[in-house]
């Protein structure tokens, strides 16, 4: 089992940065792929990123490179979402998910743990 918690999500004007928190507890696999995805109204829900925390290895959709940055802190057992320069496109409810494995993909049939979610809120 593995217990997902995202934190951080807020409302920004377009332009600016923030940064989404995804503690996971309650596992000891040496490689979890953790990935962050998001769903905005009306939409299906998408990957942005992902890595596994065995190597590093990171995944980024096309939408995001260049703005997000997806990194983890070993010790605490936290992956973070820093998202750079928002558009009020990435508007959405955005979860973090995980699965034990060493190739991570963005594709939620991938996953089989989830957290409850954090909204970002992108103003023009």
């Known amino acids: 089992q593995v217990q997902l918690a995202e934190s951080g999500g807020d409302s920004v004007q377009a332009g600016r940065s923030l940064r989404l928190s995804c503690a996971a507890s309650g596992y000891t696999y040496t490689n979890l792929c953790v990935g962050w995805f998001r769903q905005a109204p009306g939409k299906e829900r998408e990957g942005v990123a992902s890595?596994?925390?065995?190597?590093?290895?990171?995944k980024y959709a096309d939408s995001v490179k260049g703005r997000f940055t997806i990194s983890q802190d070993n010790a605490n057992k936290t992956v973070y979402l820093q998202m750079n320069s928002l558009k009020p496109e990435d508007t959405a409810m955005y979860y973090c998910?995980?699965?034990?494995?060493?190739?991570?993909?963005?594709?939620?049939?991938?996953?089989?743990?989830w957290g409850q979610g954090t909204q970002v809120t992108v103003s023009s």
């Open positions: 998910a995980a699965i034990p494995s060493l190739i991570c993909g963005l594709r939620m049939v991938d996953y089989n743990y």
């Open positions: 890595m596994t925390t065995g190597d590093g290895s990171k």
